[in-house]
């Protein structure tokens, strides 16, 4: 009932996670340059309260 999978070493770990990483850096990359950058929520959530608390200040100061 052993399943045959191979033995890897440390040093195949850790090489399999960097080719991953490494691939999926690049697949970021070519998106990004293909015009399909999504800029993250929270950034898009800060913006907005920056907007809404300056309109805020302006509307309490005036």
Known sequence: MSESTPDLSPHDVKSNYMRRRRDKIVA???????????????????????????????????
């Open 28 to 62: 970021e990359i070519q998106a990004n340059r293909r015009g399909e950058y999504v800029v993250p929520t929270w950034v898009l959530t800060a913006a907005l309260l920056a907007i809404v608390l300056g309109l805020a200040a302006l509307l309490y100061f005036t």
